[in-house]
Every structure is written in C-alpha cells, then in structure tokens.
C-alpha cells in the first residue's frame, strides 16, 4: 500500500480539495508516525525546514547528557571515554546512506562555507594545470562568494559565472572545476547530476557538489554518478539544529590526493604527537581543522538517528505527494494571475520545497506566519514552502495551501505591519 | 583583605604545608563562592582547565532553553526573536573586558584554527609589500600547520620558524606578519606582548596574537599594548564547553582595511538580500563566514556570564598563589631529582598552568588521573597543571601537589595500565 495519494490519482481528483480529503491522506500515510519523533508548536504549518528543521524530540536530552553528564562529570576524559575524538566521522558516517556514498567518505565539520572552501582549493589542486573555475549565477550567493575569495587567492585562478544550464558551453580543457548548487535555492529545481558530472569528467574537470538543499529531500547516488566532492548542510532537512555543523564528502578514489589548505591539528595524523610537521591523516579526517564543536555535534547525531530509521525514497514520495497536493489546492483555488509558481511543475524536476512568485510576496509572507503558516521569503518576489516528511501532515499543507489563497485573495498581507523588513526574512 | 596569601608569605613560609593550611586559605578566599557556579564531580581535583574548562551550572539550563523554546517552538523565527543572528558579536562583546579591549573588537566564529588562516591571509594583505611570516617554534604546532597552509596558498610568502625568544632578530623590512602564541602551551612562559608588539610595529610589521592559553588566565590590555589582531579558543578558561567556538580580534584601526579570505552570506553587510557581489559588513562582522553554531553558542555564553562578575586581576591573584603554592608543596616534599618544574619561576612570567618534567610523566599523570587528579601531558615528558581561580580551592591544590609527590616518590606510576596511550592524551 501507498503511503500517500500518487500524482496521477491527484492530477485526476476533479473535486475541489478540502481539509477532509487531506486528513484521509494522512491516515494512509506510512510515515504519520514519525512526526511524534518532533516537538512542533501549537497552531503552526511549519514550512521551513529547508531554511531550519525542526526539533527531534530527543535532542534536549542527547545535549543534556553530552552537557552534564560528558562534560560537566567526564571532563577533558570525555575526548576518549564518550568518543568525542570519533564524532565527525561517526556523524559524518550517518549522513552517508542519504548521499549514496560510504560511511568512510564523509565528514562533519565547521560550515558549509568554511568546507566549500576547504574543497575548493582542493579541487583545484587536483587539477593543477587548469586554471577555471565555473559556476552558476543561479548557484546560492555565498557558493559564489566563496569562490570569489578562493579566485583571489590564486593569481590566475578564473571564476566564471555562468547562468544556470549552461555550465555545458563552458567545459574546455581549463575547466579544473564546477561548483554547483544540486536544488536550486529559489526554485528547487534539480540539476541532473549524473549527467553534468559525466560531462564535466569527459572535458576533465572535478565538480564540487553544494548539496545543502539536496540532502534529506531527495535521493541522492553520490556513488552511481561518480561524484567527486560535495558539501552540504547540516540544519536544514537534516534538522540538525540551528547552525549545525555542515559536512564534506570527498570520494574515496581522490581521498589519497586531496589536499585541504586549513591545516589544522584535528586533521593531522598524530595530532597529540604535537609534531612541528604537519602529516596528514588518512582519510576524510584529514579535511578536519580545528576542535569539533561537541555540543552542537550532539543535537546534530539526534537528527540523524531519525533519518537512519526512515527509507528515503518513501520520504521523497510523500515529499511530491504533498508538493503536488498544494499546487493543486493553489490552483484550484486562486483566482490572482499575480500568484505564480516559480518552481518546475513536473515534481520529479524539483528538490523538497516550492516557490511560489508574488509582486507582494514579502508581506504575503508575513500575514501567513502571523498566522502560523511559517515559510519564508527570498527576494525579489519569490514565498518558499518547504516540505519535510518526516514532520508535515497532508492537513498542514491543507492549512499552507489554503492560507496562501486566503490572504492573497482577500489582500490580508495589505497592511503596514506586514511590510516591515526583520534582520533575518 | 586579600583573597589569597601573598606571594612574600608564601615564599617565608618556613613550616612544612599541609592540608590544614591550604584549607585556611580557601576560607580567606575571596572568589571562593564562584566555585558554586560549577558543576564539578566528585572525588576528582580538576586541574585540566587549560584544556576543557568545567561545566558552568547555568550552561545546561540556556541551552536546554535553545533548544526547546527557541528552536523547538520559536523556530525559524528565533533567528530574529531570540536574537541568534547577533550571538556572535553579543559574545565577543563579552570576551573583550577579559582582553582590554573594546566590545565591538571582537567576534565569535569557527574554530580557533580556522579563525587563525582568516586573519593570517587578512594580516598579508595589510602588507601586500612584504612577504615573511615569522613564528616562534613553540607556537602551538596548529598555528606553524595554518602558517605552512597559507604559505602553501600563496607563491613568493616564505614562513621563518625561529627558536622561542628569537623575533627581534628575525625582523627587517621584508616581515609582513608575526603570528606568536603569547603563553606558550607547554611551559606557561608569557611573551612580552607589548614589547613585541612595539618591536614589530617599529619594523613595519602586523602581530597576530594566539590567546589561547592567555584568556581568562591572564589580564591582557590589547589596547594599551596597540595590538593588531588576535585570535582565541573559547572551551579553556572561558569554560565554553567542548569545542566551543573561537574568537577574532581586530582593532579598530584596521576594521576598514581588514580583508579576510573565506567570504561568505554571514559577513556580507547585507546577507538576506543574496546579492552576487560580496560587499564586507562593517567592522568585526565581516570576520564571520558560514551561519554561526547557536547551540555551542549558547553554551559559551553561559561561561563568559559568570566572567563578567569577576574582576580578572582577583582571578590572576589567586591563580599565581595557587601555583606558588603548588610549586612549594612539591619542593618542600619531593626528594625525586627526576621531577622539575618546566615553568618559569617567576609566578609573573608565566600563565596559568604549571608544567613539571618526569622521564615517566606520562604514566605519573595517569596514576594522578585514576586517583582523581586531572592534569595533563604533552610529549616528550610535560605534566601540565592548570589553575582556574574560578571553581578550584587550594586544598585542590593540595590534593593535587601532595598526590604528584606520592606517586613520584612510591613509583605508583609504575604500573603497565598507567603506560597505555590513550587516544587523546
């Protein structure tokens, strides 16, 4: 049996959808039980795990006892006793199975943009006699940022930016590597990986994969399209917690050549040999800097336990199942040709979230987090609802979806309240 | 009345000390009831704080309230409500008193390592005319391993490794950055930092200071010694928990100037408008790269909290007649020619630990940890004790001495279980 409606029995639903119909679908969803795994607000639609998941209920008590009982009675000992050496790797081994890779080929450590930049430096270095960096202006900004500042580091280094889909004209023989974002952060849409990284190690470059809005929301074959390198993100489908630790995944096949430029004693062979030399150690460790950051390792692994118990590929259908689902209540119900998905229709052609266009996008915003309704907003116009299985019930994108025609169709979000600019959006 | 007994009494204190006396001292202590404000286990003499400071009551509670309250109910939304996106500057602000220097100097971010390649790149490119990194061996082995990976990145940079003491001469016109551990993390010895500072600014040249080992152990005046930029670990006397993150300073003088290499969305002046060209934050902001680690964030602050209801110059007080009277202990009971302090004896020209050399320290300091006296040992023969004034009593100090002088003078080290090396040692 299915765990959610299929999009071709959805497509075919002639009838107006309503909150009924979408309570059916959660008690034929096999993963309804998971949600009891996340603590979740009273009175909030939370569609913004892909900016910040939610809380895994035992992450409290996971960092309580790496708190009081590790650090406050174990002490420096903890390092050894409770394994805090190991955690990157053994963490990082958790994130594998979601990749499609080995539990030897990642590693978790400081941000996603401290790594891309520890890959990419490495990624040039495999390839020393090419001097190209492309990427695409589509790529999330600080992707593009980061290779900025590796650029000019290296006296001949070339950042190219390309616009997205392109990436294809400007392979050449002095292309060492492509950087790109897997899911669009604006529009979720899906960079065929195995096809770019095919055609990027034909013309002979290394592609360094930005997985951070990929990983937990679709399935990924780092393995099956020979990926070289990716980084990604810790906190968002992974619900990690906020500013989780980030990770890199080297293949084991460049593991003996890469050549990170933060070195630092945690990446060392021996680092309490204390050696003047550095020698790195074998393996991802050797992507490791400094000290690992215990405290917020410890709410990441909480995450993690919950993805190792789930199947991805049933997560990913629920995914589609209730993306479609809110396209469809949108569509049914929306009478504005000012609202407008900004994402691929085909669902198969778009990573975990949606995004939908207004020209008052902002304060349609935050008339639908004001009530409960939480996604965010990426300018110019762009409102992104997010999808995470493990936590969302088919009635809560009832609420979303019909909210979002609600405030839209009545002008709810026409008020001065709305259009005020907070730190964060 | 004074919190401790005076050097000069100590030094004329010509009856042998025992337990009775140290304990008379606590009772005269002055910063005894902050030792309330830590957790400490049972049974054990904790002497390690140079290497993981103890676990501060308060942290267990401010993060359980992160976690439960302001990401498992507040969300996405604490980023603004919570104030996370401040959290790295709110907390440099509160290491700056400790450093002498201004609240808006300094910023929390990454590890140590990773904060150090930041501003070793940023100090050679406050003097794009020079090309000599100088540093002293018995710098932390990291700081020579980021030196090796920035001279690595950059072709014509020429790392100088001088023996300890030895920069005057290595500076000419040609030294762009001097990069100095100011208390060295073996022996304790302190470098005359604003002597160095001055020598290094009359030559032309940056100092980039690693306060490793000098935060909350010693009264630091970066601004009376006209410092440029410094770097700092938060999880050993600021008791920020295990890998708590680290922290940057920069004087203001060069805040316009200062051009670090791994830019990213959180030092863009403004990071949710995701513009493609990177424009720095103004001042220390612009430091940060990758979204910062709230929950090990949180934990970190709790420690700088009960810092900022002491005075710092009580806290070196009692940490120098702490190890004077260490230092005494041993001396007066110790009849093993093979055990000598490797620290200065100046209390003033060291930090706040102690090393002792023993051809078996490392089985000694195993026989003192499995009667709970925590220290340390560093390779080849270096037992480290430290002393943090904030949760240690002097009749610690007396376990701890007295403990030392046992094991010594009965061989109790001697034993193949007190041999075996650990990983983390």
Redesign the interface.
Known sequence: MNNHIPHADLASHANLIDREYCERLDISDRLAECRKQF?L?AG?A?F?GM??G??PKI??DR??A???S????G??????TAG??EMPQRIGGKIAPLLGADADEVVVA?????N??KLL?AALRLRPDRRVIVIE?SNF??D???A???E???PGVEVK?VPGGQVDHALDDKVAVVMLTHVDFKTAEIHNMAKITARARDAGAIVLWDLSHSTGAVPLDLHGCDADLAVGCG?KYLNG??????FMFVARHHQEQIDQ??????G?AKP?????N?TPAQGVKRLL?????????A?MEAGLDIWNQVDLHSVREKSIAMSELFVRIVAQRSTDPQLKLASPSDPKRRGGHLAFQHPQGYAVMQAL?DRGV?G?F??PDLMRFGFAPLYLRFADVWTAANALVEVVETNAWDHPRFRER????
Chains 1, 2 share one sequence.
């Open positions: 603590v607000p909030v939370y913004d900016s910040l939610a809380l992450a409290s960092v309580a790496v708190i009081e590790q650090w406050g009675e002490l420096v000992r903890s390092w050894n805090w050496i400081d941000s996603t943009s401290v891309l930049f430096v202006s900004p600080t593009i940022y980061i900025r500042g590796v000019e580091l290296h930016i906190y917690g906020p500013g989780a630790p980030a430029p933060i070195t630092a004693w945690m060392h309490f040999d204390f050696d003047l550095y800097s400094g000290t690992p950051m215990i405290v917020s390792l709410a987090i939480i965010d990426r300018d907070a730190a964060v959006t």
